[in-house]
């Protein structure tokens, strides 16, 4: 059973960093990609970055390319997502998810079958 684990959020100023974790059992020697999603109060949950089982290929939100990067380290089982000069727009709840299928990397929440119980980030201005 794949189970993963968000933690480091928090509150802070705009301007900010955080940096997110994600702690991931159960999914030994499957390659898939890895993506962090959010979600605002009264907004759907969003893409927000994304990177596949060696980091060949990575995806980002149009709104945080340049100040958020997202890491993997297979052997730890963990994924990170660094987030620098954070905005109060970057309010959310954050979710790290597992895909699917090895191989593919996509920004679809359907496309992500596993996911964690997510970690607040306020970001106040």
């Known amino acids: 059973q794949v189970q993963l684990v968000e933690s480091g959020g928090g509150l802070v100023q705009a301007g900010s960093s955080l940096t997110l974790s994600c702690a991931v059992s159960?999914?030994?020697?499957?390659?898939?990609?890895m993506g962090w999603f959010r979600q605002a109060p009264g907004k759907e949950r969003e893409f927000v970055a994304g990177i596949t089982w060696i980091g060949g290929t990575i995806y980002y939100a149009d709104s945080v390319k340049g100040r958020f990067t997202i890491s993997r380290d297979n052997a730890k089982n963990t994924v990170t997502l660094q987030m620098n000069n954070l905005k109060p727009e970057d309010t959310a709840i954050y979710y790290c998810a597992a895909g699917q299928r090895e191989g593919v990397l996509t920004q679809r929440a359907g496309d992500f079958g596993s996911w964690g119980q997510g970690t607040q980030v306020t970001v106040s201005s």
């Open positions: 159960g999914l030994s020697g499957s390659r898939v990609a």
